[in-house]
């Protein structure tokens, strides 16, 4: 009969190998007794049982701690002795968790285990218990089976069109003969309304050299620029072809400020002024003959307000005329063309660049945005040398 250490019966073992079968690890193939090192690191809790197969011997494990864990011999070998009785069977299944609102079902009662081993030679020990059934599924936090989908909505009404777009700018009158309006632009992608806007006046052309005033009567016109490039969106009508030879102003058409000579020319643009950019000019003008700036002037409908207008011009040369190179005629933006607070109007003779050279372009930007103000008149006086 194996001896027993402790006064512990084979009645207690086996308890303690039900009770701690499922609790921690235990060891029932060991070829070795335990050490200090199978300790709380590989699982081992007190209550383990440890079995080892080669010297027919039991362990229990009454201290777990790392590096320093205690294993208690309980069982040891003898003679032949008879064969282990079968292995309990293994421990239901746990009930599933109540589900919510509603309890879920109750899980299945786990399978018996397998019968336990034969015990070694000599040593009448228990087989292992049986694993235990499959724990029953939870009835929370695994849902209930989806709700069926709810019906399709009806479909809403359908949105209202969008706003129109801008018109493209009407061309002012010409005077004393209305030039040709400038092509329809094209409609602006759909947007809010905005206040009703005139388009600009188209460009005068240039005024043939010399012919005397008509009064009362007139003098015969130059003939009609070209139509310009229809806008895009509203863009500004397109510069107006040269005037042919003789004809001066027609009567009540403004001269520019100052005195000029009768051989000076004046080029007039109507610019929308939003958005600013001292990148991409809001207007370019048509190759220029030789000649040297005399003044530049901006023209509003509207009074300037706190915030005053500013505009930049710049200087394109010929020889660029296949990229967008252009420079500046003012050294530093405090000298540029701008309209203050409260004006109407403001001119400036003062340039750092002057001289245009055959076939120069000026382009012309919004460098700053005026107060309340959306639209102006940019007028430059060169005169030919």
Same mark, same amino acid.
């Given at each position: 009969?194996?001896?027993?250490?402790? %006064?512990? *019966?084979?009645?207690?073992?086996?308890?303690a190998?039900?009770?701690?079968?499922?609790?921690?690890?235990?060891?029932?193939?060991?070829?070795?007794?335990?050490?200090?090192?199978?300790?709380?690191?590989?699982?081992?809790?007190?209550?383990?049982?440890?079995a080892?197969?080669?010297?027919?011997?039991?362990?229990?494990?009454?201290?777990?701690?790392?590096?320093?864990?205690?294993?208690? %011999?309980?069982?040891?070998?003898?003679?032949?002795?008879?064969t282990?009785?079968?292995?309990?069977?293994?421990?239901?299944?746990?009930?599933?968790?109540?589900?919510?609102?509603? $309890? /879920?079902?109750?899980?299945?009662?786990?399978?018996?285990?397998?019968?336990?081993?034969?015990?070694?030679?000599?040593?009448?020990?228990?087989?292992?218990?049986?694993?235990?059934?499959?724990?029953?599924?939870? /009835?929370?936090?695994?849902?209930?089976?989806?709700?069926?989908?709810?019906?399709?909505?009806?479909?809403g009404?359908?949105?209202?069109?969008?706003?129109?777009?801008?018109?493209?700018?009407?061309?002012?009158?010409g005077?004393? !003969?209305?030039?040709?309006?400038?092509?329809?632009?094209?409609?602006?992608?759909?947007?809010?309304?905005?206040?009703?806007?005139? /388009?600009p006046?188209?460009?005068?052309?240039?005024?043939?050299?010399?012919?005397?005033?008509?009064? $009362?009567?007139?003098?015969?016109?130059?003939?009609?620029?070209? +139509?310009?490039?229809?806008?895009?969106?509203?863009?500004s009508?397109?510069p107006?072809?040269?005037?042919?030879?003789?004809?001066q102003?027609?009567?009540?058409?403004?001269?520019?400020?100052?005195?000029p000579?009768?051989?000076?020319?004046?080029?007039?643009?109507?610019?929308?002024?939003?958005?600013?950019?001292?990148?991409? $000019?809001?207007?370019?003008?048509?190759?220029?003959?030789?000649? +040297? !700036?005399?003044?530049?002037?901006?023209?509003?409908y509207?009074?300037?307000?706190?915030?005053? %207008?500013?505009?930049?011009?710049?200087? %394109? *040369?010929?020889?660029?005329?296949?990229?967008?190179?252009?420079?500046?005629?003012?050294? *530093?933006?405090?000298?540029?063309?701008a309209?203050?607070?409260?004006?109407?109007?403001?001119?400036?003779?003062?340039?750092?660049v002057?001289?245009?050279?055959?076939?120069?372009?000026?382009?012309?930007?919004?460098?700053?945005?005026?107060?309340?103000? +959306?639209?102006?008149?940019?007028?430059?006086?060169?005169?030919?040398?």
């Amino acid at each position: 009969m194996p001896s027993v250490v402790g %006064q512990i *019966t084979k009645g207690a073992v086996f308890a303690a190998l039900v009770g701690m079968a499922d609790v921690g690890n235990n060891k029932w193939d060991a070829t070795a007794a335990p050490g200090a090192g199978d300790d709380s690191a590989d699982g081992y809790i007190v209550g383990s049982i440890w079995a080892d197969t080669t010297h027919h011997t039991v362990y229990v494990c009454t201290d777990n701690a790392a590096g320093a864990a205690v294993w208690v %011999q309980i069982l040891t070998g003898g003679g032949a002795g008879a064969t282990g009785a079968a292995g309990m069977p293994g421990m239901d299944g746990a009930d599933g968790l109540d589900g919510f609102p509603i $309890p /879920g079902p109750v899980g299945a009662t786990g399978a018996a285990g397998a019968g336990g081993a034969v015990g070694p030679a000599g040593v009448g020990l228990l087989g292992p218990p049986g694993m235990d059934g499959e724990d029953g599924l939870d /009835g929370f936090p695994i849902p209930g089976a989806t709700g069926a989908g709810g019906a399709t909505g009806a479909t809403g009404a359908e949105g209202r069109m969008g706003y129109p777009g801008f018109d493209g700018a009407d061309g002012l009158d010409g005077f004393p !003969i209305p030039g040709t309006a400038g092509a329809e632009g094209a409609a602006g992608a759909a947007g809010a309304p905005g206040a009703s806007i005139i /388009g600009p006046m188209g460009m005068p052309g240039f005024d043939g050299a010399d012919g005397l005033d008509g009064f $009362p009567i007139p003098g015969p016109p130059g003939a009609t620029g070209a +139509t310009g490039a229809a806008g895009s969106g509203g863009g500004s009508m397109g510069p107006p072809g040269m005037d042919g030879e003789d004809g001066q102003d027609a009567f009540g058409w403004p001269l520019p400020h100052g005195t000029p000579t009768s051989h000076d020319r004046r080029i007039t643009c109507a610019v929308y002024l939003t958005p600013v950019s001292d990148t991409v $000019p809001k207007w370019i003008s048509p190759p220029l003959p030789l000649s +040297t !700036i005399i003044s530049a002037e901006i023209k509003s409908y509207d009074a300037c307000g706190a915030t005053a %207008q500013v505009i930049d011009i710049h200087k %394109q *040369t010929a020889a660029n005329k296949n990229s967008n190179t252009a420079a500046t005629i003012w050294s *530093t933006h405090a000298n540029c063309l701008a309209l203050a607070n409260t004006q109407y109007q403001a001119e400036t003779t003062t340039f750092d660049v002057t001289a245009i050279a055959e076939g120069d372009r000026l382009y012309v930007f919004s460098h700053v945005l005026g107060t309340g103000l +959306t639209v102006a008149y940019i007028t430059v006086t060169i005169r030919p040398t």
